[in-house]
Structure formats: C-alpha cells, structure tokens
C-alpha cells in the first residue's frame, strides 16, 4: 500500500510546495504595499507573473536537492536546511534574471518579505508532515517492513535503534541466518532460502548485517535482492569504525573508503572557522578587558605567583603548545600531572571564584589568536593523559585532527571536569564529523548559558 501511495503523496507533496511558492511572491507585494507605505512601480499581475514561473524553478531545484526523497531516515534539520539553500539558490536566479532583462522596478521590500514568507511557509509545512507521520507511525501506521540478513551484534544494534526510533515507521518481520538464535524475533530460514523468503514476505527493505565471518554470503544476498526487486541497504562489519559522513573516493573506478575525512579538511570550510575564530577572539579580548583586568588584580593579591599560569597541552595534529590561564592555584609542583578537583586544596579563595565563572578561562582568548586553539573544539589535554587515554579510550587521538576549543559540544552537554573522559570522546567525535559554522554558532550560544557557571565549589 505503501509503494502504490508514494508517488501520490510525492505528486502532492510537489503541488503543494509549488502552491505556497506561488502564493508567496503576491503576499510579499500586498505585506509590502498594505502594511506599509509606499506606492508599487510594478503592477500586482508583474509579481503574479513572476510567481508562475519561480513555482516549477523552485520545485525542481527541490527535486535536485533531494528534498522528494524518502524522509525516515533523513534528520529535519537536514530537510529543513537543504530547503534554506534550495529557496536562496531560487532567489538569486530569480535576482540575476531580473538584472539580465533589466526589469529594475521591482520592490526590494516585497522581495525580501517573499523570500522570508518562502522559507517559513515550505519550511513549516514540511515540519507539520513530520509531525503528522511521526505520531501516524508512532500508531503502527505507515510502516515499512524490513528483513534482516544476519544475527550478530550489528544485526541486533540495528533492530534495537529501530524500536528506540518508532517515528522512523521501520518494522523488523524476521531475520535469515545459518540458524535460529535471536529471541524476540522471527527467524525466517536460513540464508541458501533468502530468495524463496522475499518472494514469500516482499519486504520493503533488505537490510544486511552480516559479521565478518559471514561476508562470503554477501554476493547471494546481492543476487537475490536483485533478482527479487528489493531494496537492500548495508551494514558493513566495519561500521562501527566508520564517521557519521564516510568520504568515497575514486581511484579509477575502484572505490576507496575515507574513514575520517571531516569537514574542516576542506580549505573553505577552514578559512571560514579561523576567520570566525580572529574576529571572534579580538571582540572577546575587548569586551571581557576590564574582567580580566579585575582578575589579574585579585590573582596578583590572592598569592605569591604570576598571573597567567601556562600548562602544556596537545593540540592539532599532536603539537604540544603552552595553553594560558589566570592562575587559580598556590604554585605547585603537581600541575602537569594532576587534575584538579571541585574541593582541591591548592586553590585559593579568589581562584575557586574565577573558576566557579570561568573567568580564569579568559586568557585562552590569545591562545586563539596564536593559532593554537579555536573558540569551539575539543578540550585539549595534558601530555601525560594523553599518552594514558590513547591506549585506554577507543577514537581518543581524532580529537588531535582540529585544533582545541575554549569550548565545546561536550562541555555545553555538561561534560566537564571530573566526568566520563568516554562519553567526552564521542562527543568530541559527533562534533568534528559534523562541523559547520551554523553548529560553532550554536556551541558559543549555548555556553553563555550553559557553559560559563560550574560546579565549583567557593
């Protein structure tokens, strides 16, 4: 039922982008022209016009940008933010074929409304789909039914996320495997019955999951999902080694995995992290002087000592630098080796203060502008952890692939201090896979309410 409906809906789901497309260049004349003042230059049936032609560019630049495809296993933030770039795209065609026919007359106002009105109509009406199919198939309505190849961990992984994740709408009917040894599913024959098992169920889905000791069998899955007309999806035994984006390159003709190619690899994307990370740096140098004016009085009168304390970290690319803070303890000879803790017997009155704020963290803001840290990135270590956690803490080391952060995804998620260095790691990890400037923006957000007052005791 659900095959034979897809294409409707598809259709539909066209139809109605193409509606609100259409509809959103008129309502930006009359927000223009009726809510404030002013006269048009260009008569309503221009914009009318106009409409009818940006409705099937936007929906095919919808189409090409992936935005009719299947939505289960696709996040929203994905959907909404390829949606952005596709209605931006629109725009500007739109913007260059009015300079080409120098059709100059056309109010700017009503153009920028109209781009605002397509965005939050095509944006929100693709969150109240979600919303709607989530609950449908939270109900046991709307479900694909999926075979699973395979009874090992990854098979079972698998099977598990499906039943954390009922909006997805993904039923698991059974498994094949040599034998029957999963309880609480159906097991359906064994893998030499795979075609005679598809004939029998028609699955929407074959999902493969097969261990390492099983990938002989992974040509007759192929052929029989082929030969069958069923979709089949992957999961390689290696999968748990693999990021979130794997890069595939070429090598004439033969793929070749790139198991931690990550975003900031690419010199733009690059240019534009450091770029952010100068100007950032130098405005939070001037706003927060007179702070660190006030805490380099208070560290100077609170013990004998410099002001700054340096501490050898790791950073990008496993250099060592000297990471600056104001110092918050009595001079010891334990700081390159020893955490400190909340109730630490070295710090001073003053010190546990700036720390309880993070004001002795103020310091770091040079560091940055050296180029040894960023504002947004993984906490850098001391060496001597380092050494210990690489051979402890499974990924440790692709911290080192970005350059250190002041802040980050896991401190703003209430990783800091004494907490999970494990859980760090795969915070550290999601973050470095999934880097782009929208997500620093939203980690620098976050840490002025989550990020800045800790547990530290006065």
Not at 98 to 126: D, I, P, Q
Not at 155 to 174: H, I, K, M
């Amino acid at each position: 039922m659900i095959r034979e409906n897809q294409r409707l809906l598809n259709h539909l789901n066209m139809a109605l982008d193409a509606l609100m497309v259409f509809l959103s260049l008129p309502l930006g004349f009359w927000v223009r022209f009726n809510l404030f003042p002013g006269e048009p230059s260009v008569p309503l049936r221009y914009y009318v016009m106009a409409a009818l032609i940006l409705a099937p560019l936007h929906v095919l630049l919808y189409a090409f940008l992936g935005l009719y495809e299947s939505v289960r296993k696709k996040r929203l933030y994905q959907d909404l933010g390829m949606l952005f770039w596709g209605n931006a795209l629109g725009f500007v065609l739109f913007q260059m074929a009015l300079f080409l026919l120098r059709v100059v007359h056309f109010s700017r106002g009503a153009l920028l409304v109209y781009f605002l009105l397509v965005n939050a109509l095509t944006g929100g009406k693709r969150i109240f789909v979600r919303k709607v199919l989530y609950r449908f198939r939270q109900e046991g309505y709307n479900q694909k039914c999926v075979v699973v190849v395979g009874s090992g961990p990854l098979a079972r992984q698998y099977a598990r996320e499906l039943e954390r994740s009922p909006e997805l709408g993904l039923q698991v009917v059974g498994y094949l495997s040599s034998r029957a040894n999963w309880a609480g599913q159906l097991w359906l024959g064994i893998l030499e019955d795979m075609e005679t098992v598809l004939d029998e169920h028609s699955p929407d889905e074959v999902v493969c999951a097969l261990e390492m000791e099983e990938y002989d069998w992974l040509p007759k899955v192929i052929q029989a999902c082929e030969k069958t007309g069923v979709k089949l999806s992957l999961i390689p035994f290696y999968a748990r080694y693999m990021p979130a984006r794997p890069q595939v390159d070429l090598v004439n003709g033969l793929p070749l995995i790139n198991l931690r190619r990550i975003p900031l690899d690419n010199l733009g994307n690059a240019f534009l992290k450091r770029s952010m990370d100068i100007v950032g740096a130098l405005c939070l140098i001037i706003l927060t002087s007179p702070l660190m004016l006030f805490a380099a009085i208070g560290v100077k009168l609170s013990s004998p000592g410099p002001v700054i304390f340096k501490q050898k970290r790791v950073g990008l690319g496993k250099r060592e630098f000297y990471m600056y803070k104001f110092r918050s303890m009595r001079l010891n000879t334990g700081s390159d080796t020893a955490w400190s803790t909340n109730s630490d017997v070295r710090k001073t009155k003053f010190g546990a203060f700036i720390r309880k704020f993070s004001i002795d963290e103020l310091p770091q803001f040079f560091n940055v502008l050296k180029g040894d840290m960023s504002l947004v990135g993984p906490r850098p270590e001391l060496p001597y952890y380092v050494e210990q956690f690489k051979e402890e803490v499974p990924l440790y080391m692709v911290k080192h692939q970005v350059r250190p952060g002041i802040t980050g995804w896991a401190q703003v998620n209430g990783l800091r201090g004494d907490t999970s260095i494990a859980e760090r790691v795969h915070h550290d990890i999601y973050y470095i896979e999934n880097w782009t400037l929208l997500f620093d923006i939203k980690i620098l957000f976050m840490t002025l309410f989550k990020g800045i007052v800790n547990e530290e005791q006065l």
